[in-house]
């Protein structure tokens, strides 16, 4: 497909297309900072040597409770962990563990090192399993928009490569929500790729669509209805291309590429079930 501008711009600029956007945003952050003083929870773990290499954790009371770790988005240039606070408090009323790891922001930080930090993330979360009272053996991962990118790169890790002392299958499972799995389209949007500085060969060799899942782990995905038809069609390329992996796509009717985001945290929602259901799977990978 040849990618015009106007195109790219109009299909991508989701925040353009939600006009209520920065009344969103501050609700996910009130609400964020009203979870934090409520609930148990430890704050900015350090998962690496950089100021950004940092994750909150919300435990539960039970020791060895499955983990399900949550990367947000903002096009890898906004946006921050604290924000998403109010993910946690309806997986952890279920006795799962919650992480929410930070990352360097584009442009002072290259796409590539922000998959490089996600994956030191992962790493560091399941060698220090035991100290912080989850399995290493029950990781799972999800993440919105530009998170859902990083989840599906995590999810091709060959983390047996990265580290000898991790398992290839270190994540068992991903609900990728709202992704980006082919970048090549953001290299002709100025309004992001002015911060990402892409090229298509760049955006291909970053882009899941084009690799294999390291593992069966299972994939769970979804994309809100009212959400542009490019989103709707990277979530089905992924779908497509990493079939052998996809468990189902969970229809999310009336969501625009934000509120989507809500129903991950809403226990009536069929994005919440969809999460607890990955989150149960008998682990067979």
């Not at 993440?143 to 002392?165: I, K, R």
């Not at 979804?222 to 069609?233: H, M, N, T």
Request: with cysteine; proline share 8%; hydrophobic share 45%.
């Amino acid at each position: 497909m040849k990618y015009t501008v106007e195109f790219c711009e109009r299909e991508y600029n989701a925040r353009a297309a939600i006009p209520d956007h920065p009344q969103i945003f501050a609700r996910w952050a009130e609400q964020a900072a009203a979870t934090r003083r409520l609930r148990p929870c430890l704050i900015d773990l350090p998962y690496g040597e950089s100021s950004a290499e940092k994750l909150d954790l919300f435990p539960t009371r039970s020791d060895n409770a499955p983990l399900f770790v949550f990367i947000h988005g903002g096009y890898w240039r906004s946006l921050d962990k604290s924000d998403f606070s109010w993910v946690a408090p309806p997986f952890v009323n279920h006795g799962i563990a919650v992480a929410l790891p930070n990352y360097g922001l584009a442009p002072k930080v290259p796409l590539e090192d922000i998959v490089r930090q996600t994956l030191r993330a992962l790493a560091w979360l399941y060698r220090n399993a035991d100290q912080y009272g989850f399995d290493p053996n029950r990781i799972y991962v999800s993440g919105h928009s530009a998170g859902a990118h990083l989840t599906a790169m995590m999810m091709a890790a060959l983390w047996d490569v990265y580290a000898p002392d991790l398992p290839r299958n270190l994540v068992k499972g991903a609900l990728a929500i709202s992704g980006l799995y082919d970048l090549e389209p953001l290299v002709y949007a100025p309004f992001v790729n002015v911060d990402l500085k892409l090229d298509v060969q760049r955006a291909r060799k970053l882009s899941p669509a084009y690799m294999e899942p390291a593992t069966r782990a299972p994939l769970y995905t979804a994309v809100g209805a009212l959400e542009s038809s490019e989103f709707r069609r990277q979530n089905a390329l992924i779908g497509k291309r990493w079939s052998a992996n996809l468990v189902r796509d969970v229809p999310m009717p009336g969501c625009n590429h934000l509120t989507v985001c809500d129903e991950l945290a809403s226990p009536a929602s069929a994005l919440f079930d969809a999460a607890i259901e990955l989150v149960r799977r008998r682990v067979e990978i």
